[in-house]
């Protein structure tokens, strides 16, 4: 089963940017799209937003559409998060996920995850 690993989170004051990493924990041939989630305590777990395998499509949240940017590197098995004037509300657990099937833009075909890495946003 594919574990995702995420990292590139930590400590940024507002306006500020970070760069978030996720990679299988181990080479895989299989095509998938990926997807970034947020989560924050008394919440539920939100979408912020995807890419399909190919990188030609894009979707993302409206409280971070024109601030964050997904890509994809597939020879390096990476999707990344380039999160841009990041706000204090930023803040949570960021988690990597990948859809092997379905359509990427559904959120319950997102199977596999990573641990998740902490941004927060704070002066």
């Known amino acids: 089963q594919v574990n995702l690993v995420e990292s590139g989170g930590g400590l940024v004051q507002p306006g500020g940017s970070l760069r978030l990493s996720c990679a299988p924990s181990?080479?895989?041939?299989?095509?998938?799209?990926n997807g970034w989630f947020r989560q924050t305590p008394g919440k539920e777990r939100e979408f912020i937003a995807a890419?399909?395998?190919?990188?030609?499509?894009?979707d993302y949240a409206d409280s971070v559409k024109d601030r964050f940017t997904i890509s994809r590197n597939n020879a390096e098995n990476t999707v990344y998060l380039q999160m841009d004037n990041l706000k204090p509300e930023d803040t949570g657990v960021y988690f990597c996920?990948?859809?092997?099937?379905?359509?990427?833009?559904?959120?319950?075909?997102?199977?596999?995850w990573g641990q998740g890495t902490q941004v927060t946003v704070s002066s």
């Open positions: 890419i399909t395998w190919s990188g030609r499509l894009t």
């Open positions: 181990e080479p895989i041939s299989s095509q998938f799209s």
């Open positions: 996920a990948a859809a092997v099937h379905g359509n990427w833009l559904m959120r319950a075909n997102y199977d596999y």
